[in-house]
T-cell receptor, first 115, second 112 residues
Framework: DAKTTQPPSMDCAEGRAANLPCNHSTISGNEYVYWYRQIHSQGPQYIIHGLKNNETNEMASLIITEDRKSSTLILPHATLRDTAVYYCIVRPLWGSGGGADGLTFGKGTHLIIQP | NAGVTQTPKFQVLKTGQSMTLQCAQDMNHNSMYWYRQDPGMGLRLIYYSASEGTTDKGEVPNGYNVSRLNKREFSLRLESAAPSQTSVYFC???????????FGDGTRLSIL
């Protein structure tokens, strides 16, 4: 799997948009970008994923650059409950020779929402 | 809708004891996974089951065995627990291997 680089921590004011960057310069053409978050002591929670087009759901938006070497997760109106560690993960499609089917978690970005 | 249920939530073992961690999902998912998370670290894959009847090793399989009992249940067994296996264990499931994974709340295991 391609490796990702994320800042270790970020702050954001409550009510503002939180923009979390991720670099994945060695991503392959068949690899998706996934975002998960982990609120303290809980299991990781899926947020969003995409291949090359921008994606939006009820939780967040995912912006992927045209060259696919980086992406940004946007939480449009951050609340205190969004304080968590956010993981950016790239992984191949199933059956694409990517080895184990699990997710490869790095250390993520600890996002702290300030009141 | 319970999602992914793990039992027990907490457990303390002595070195050399054996234990089975249970995981069940009610989403009719095909794939299931076991991860461990050590303090300050991301999750690491122990074993996974792409479909009922199959299991494969992940990144850190040594000291563990798994059983995919049926489509719903995937258990993780420690035959002879060691202090290095003190960790939080998470089970996850997904409809297919390239679909988002849904996680349980974890089992916190301490081995003395």
């Amino acid at each position: 799997d391609a490796k990702t680089t994320q800042p270790p921590s970020m702050d954001c004011a409550e009510g503002r948009a939180a923009n979390l960057p991720c670099n994945h310069s060695t991503i392959s053409g068949n690899e998706y970008v996934y975002w998960y978050r982990q609120i303290h002591s809980q299991g990781p929670q899926y947020i969003i994923h995409g291949l090359k087009n921008n994606e939006t759901n009820e939780m967040a938006s995912l912006i992927i650059t045209e060259d696919r070497k980086s992406s940004t997760l946007i939480l449009p109106h951050a609340t205190l409950r969004d304080t968590a560690v956010y993981y950016c993960i790239v992984r191949p499609l199933w059956g694409s020779g990517g080895g184990a089917d699990g997710l490869t978690f790095g250390k993520g970005t600890h996002l702290i929402i300030q009141p | 809708n319970a999602g992914v249920t793990q039992t027990p939530k907490f457990q303390v073992l002595k070195t050399g004891q054996s234990m089975t961690l249970q995981c069940a999902q009610d989403m009719n998912h095909n794939s299931m996974y076991w991860y461990r998370q050590d303090p300050g670290m991301g999750l690491r894959l122990i074993y996974y089951s792409a479909s009922e009847g199959t299991t494969d090793k992940g990144e850190v399989p040594n000291g563990y065995n798994v059983s995919r009992l049926n489509k719903r249940e995937f258990s993780l067994r420690l035959e002879s627990a060691a202090p290095s296996q003190t960790s939080v264990y998470f089970c996850a499931s997904s409809d297919r291997s390239n679909q988002p994974q849904h996680f349980g709340d974890g089992t916190r295991l301490s081995i003395l």
